[in-house]
């Protein structure tokens, strides 16, 4: 890697941490990668190659990501119904939320919410959003050990 890329390559990474970063601080808000992408001045397919190179996941799945481990917290706390969740966190679609909770978390929103009030009840809630985090790439299966 010459000097030249290595300092691109940098500047890159510096990017997708600003767009890592506003999806963290704005998950609630609407979001689409062209968005982002416009924000750190990348065409949305390049954002979205890049950021899959780097983190593992695509823009979108990072945000999703993001949007049900704050619906947790919230159905924790037993005071809102699902719907008025899954507008609180930025869904604007009650089914794909509850399809894209479903599979990170592996149960329905309102199942969540009854067993959350269960066996989180006593727990603080710092420690509670720790044991209750959802698992990403769930799909991929456990990963194998790495023989030398």
């Known amino acids: 890697m010459t000097s030249t890329s290595a300092e691109q390559h940098l500047r890159d990474l510096a990017r997708l941490r600003r767009v890592r970063d506003r999806i963290d601080r704005e998950h609630a808000r609407p979001l ?3 968005a ?3 924000g750190v001045n990348m065409s949305a397919g390049h954002l979205s190659r890049q950021f899959r190179q780097v983190y593992g996941e695509s823009p979108y799945s990072y ?3 993001r949007r049900i481990e704050r619906a947790m917290a ?3 706390r037993g005071d809102l119904s699902v719907t008025e969740v ?3 966190v930025g869904c604007s679609s009650l089914g794909t939320f509850s399809t894209r909770f479903t599979e990170l978390v592996g ?3 309102s ?3 009854a067993r959350a009030a269960d066996g989180t009840a006593e727990m603080p809630s710092c420690l509670a959003k720790q044991v209750t985090r959802p698992i990403r790439n769930r799909e991929a299966g456990p990963a194998r050990p790495q023989l030398a």
């Open 32 to 34: 689409d990668v062209e």
């Open 107 to 109: 149960m329905p929103p």
């Open 36 to 38: 982002l992408a416009r």
């Open 111 to 113: 199942t969540y919410r």
């Open 74 to 76: 919230l159905l924790r």
């Open 63 to 65: 945000l999703m990501t």
């Open 86 to 88: 899954c507008f609180t």
